[in-house]
């Protein structure tokens, strides 16, 4: 293991008890014109970068009428800010805490949004949506209960073969399946879950954040990536 990585991943086991016991208070967060509760243990979009990054990348998207699938939305922010946009939202967790957080903030922000608990798409009802967004645990440890499961993706990445299991049932070659990974997680490790399952990670944002790269992903089958590559090069990865 080499130096940054003893450190991060020691980092980590610091700040996470940290965060833990700041959340274990609900706690209120403001992005923009949206305003919302954080129920405790909930992922906290504000302290992390991921939300946050999702959110700028798809302030320039039109999205009215697209149907859109936020998977682990936590406390549903990212989904409110795509209803405000006319968006057709249904929005998933597999935490019960979550859903009712949700529930709140959507009623908070005055917005439809079509709310499902469910780990992963197991109780969704099976259809093809233009726009899906992930925003996943990676650290592969076995989550205890329902709060880490926002952080810990199983100890064999569990989370990442059922999700590219299941993909394929709820996209097809059209749809924009976004997904947000850092450097921190074992991003070879998940491109090759998704590559056995004939999908592909393809990388359009790159961001560095206090010294910690975060890559914003689009989802492909293998037999599309071809084409996505050749429409992007040169001139549509960016990096910041």
């Known amino acids: 293991m080499g ?10 086991r610091l700040l996470y008890p940290i965060s833990k016991y700041y959340l274990s208070k609900e706690r209120r967060y403001k992005y923009k014109d949206i305003h919302i509760t954080v129920m ?44 405000k946009r006319e968006a057709e939202v ?35 009802p099976e259809q093809k949506f233009e726009w899906i967004i992930i925003n996943p645990p990676y650290y592969p440890r076995d989550p205890i209960n329902e709060c880490e499961q926002a952080w810990f993706c199983g100890s064999k990445f569990q989370f990442f073969t059922q999700l590219f299991d299941q993909l394929g049932l709820y996209s097809d070659i059209s749809s924009n399946i976004t997904m947000i990974l850092s450097e921190d997680c074992d991003i070879k490790k998940i491109s090759r879950i998704a590559e056995n399952k004939l999908f592909k990670l393809n990388e359009i944002i790159r961001i560095r954040k206090w010294g910690e790269w975060n890559h914003l992903y689009k989802i492909l089958t293998i037999a599309d990536t071809t084409k996505f590559e050749n429409s992007i090069m040169g001139n549509d990865l960016q990096k910041k």
């Open 3 to 12: 130096l940054k990585k003893f450190i991060k991943r020691n980092l980590f």
């Open 40 to 83: 405790p243990y909930v992922f906290h979009p504000g302290l992390f970068f991921s939300t946050k990054i999702i959110l700028e990348y798809l302030e320039g998207k039109n999205l009215k009428g697209i149907s859109l699938l936020e998977l682990g939305a936590g406390t549903g922010i990212i989904s409110i800010f795509c209803a």
């Open 90 to 124: 249904t929005a998933t967790d597999i935490s019960s805490i979550a859903i009712k957080n949700i529930e709140q903030n959507s009623i908070i922000n005055s917005v439809n949004i079509n709310i499902i608990q469910s780990d992963l798409f197991a109780e969704i």
